[in-house]
């Protein structure tokens, strides 16, 4: 439903909470914003643990 942007278990979180009929607008939007919020709070997460795995200059080039 989601496409290739989400994992089968976030389209299925997305499509329980999103598709809640009974949910305003404003409750929509709001579960949306958490939602992608977390997934960039993920990222900052995962390029962290990248960064310690590797060595980076500022440009974004390995370091060996």
């Known amino acids: 439903t989601f496409?290739?942007?989400f994992s089968v278990q976030e389209g299925e979180?997305?499509?329980a909470t999103l598709g809640d009929a009974?949910?305003?607008?404003?409750?929509?939007l709001a579960t949306l914003d958490a939602f992608?919020?977390?997934k960039e709070r993920d990222i900052?997460?995962?390029q962290r643990q990248?960064?310690?795995t590797f060595n980076f200059?500022?440009?974004g080039n390995l370091i060996q």
């Open 57 to 59: 200059d500022a440009q």
């Open 50 to 52: 990248v960064n310690q």
């Open 22 to 28: 009974s949910a305003s607008p404003a409750e929509k």
């Open 13 to 15: 979180s997305l499509k």
């Open 44 to 46: 900052q997460s995962k």
């Open 36 to 38: 992608i919020n977390q």
């Open 3 to 5: 496409g290739g942007s």
